[in-house]
């Protein structure tokens, strides 16, 4: 079984710093790693995912992520933060053998602050 | 441009009421889901199907029922609805099982049970 920790609950950032969103996965074995983001009242999207390949995964919005493999840990940044990356953001794991199930972190409220 | 519908938005039941909450997809997807969301826990997979006809619990099954009418609807019911199912519900759609799929979210349903 998998399980996602995302250890920080809310972020409160200015405008045009720099942000990073932690998470840490644990599993026994390999795995596919995403993130998500919710906007208010709004479903969940896909911002990037790790598969496979090169460690440093970039998505959509500007936001990049890095897979390591010896700190069990995907953490999502962004070098400079907008008013609209206002959100919730998800970070989750999934069992590369075919497993339907993907388990989710407990998110992070993203602030921007003007 | 549809995705994944889902409807109703917005329900408020008495308990020990009965509803079923609609989901529909567009995209051909043989995977679909059922989660709930609730503050501090991020998401929860209640059940899905794998294909036309298979339905599986997921992690929190407990007071509700499934049913993949065809390809593309998956509706969730609650039989006796209590307080504890009161809840953001959300449909999802997969291409098939493959663990790095991307998942495709609803907008959400908000439940609230008094």
């Known amino acids: 079984a998998q399980s996602v920790t995302q250890l920080d609950s809310q972020v409160p950032v200015f405008e045009e710093a720099p942000v990073e969103l932690r998470c840490n996965y644990s599993?026994?074995?390999?795995?596919?790693l995403f993130w998500y983001v919710q906007y208010p009242n709004q479903g969940l999207q896909l911002l990037l995912k790790y598969l496979s390949g090169s460690t440093l995964v970039k998505g959509i919005n500007g936001f990049e992520a890095e897979f390591n493999k010896s700190q069990t840990s995907f953490h999502l940044r962004k070098p400079s933060v907008h008013i609209s990356d206002t959100a919730e953001y998800f970070c989750?794991?999934?069992?590369?053998?075919?497993?339907?199930?993907?388990?989710f972190g407990t998110g992070t409220r993203l602030t921007i602050i003007p | 441009n549809a995705g994944v519908t889902q409807t109703p938005k917005f329900q408020v039941l008495k308990t020990g009421q009965s509803m079923t909450l609609q989901c529909a997809q567009d995209m051909n997807h043989n995977s679909m889901y059922w989660y709930r969301q609730d503050p501090g826990m991020g998401l929860r997979l209640i059940y899905y199907?794998?294909?036309?006809?298979?339905?599986d619990k997921g992690e929190v099954p407990n007071g509700y029922n499934v049913s993949r009418l065809n390809k593309r609807e998956f509706s969730l019911r609650l039989e006796s609805a209590a307080p504890s199912q009161t809840s953001v519900y959300f449909c999802?759609?997969?291409?098939?099982?493959?663990?790095?799929?991307?998942?495709?979210f609803g907008e959400g349903s908000w439940l609230t049970v008094v």
């Open positions: 999802a759609s997969r291409r098939d099982g493959n663990s790095g799929n991307t998942i495709y």
């Open positions: 199907s794998a294909s036309e006809g298979t339905t």
């Open positions: 599993s026994s074995v390999s795995v596919y």
């Open positions: 989750a794991v999934s069992d590369v053998f075919g497993n339907e199930k993907l388990t």
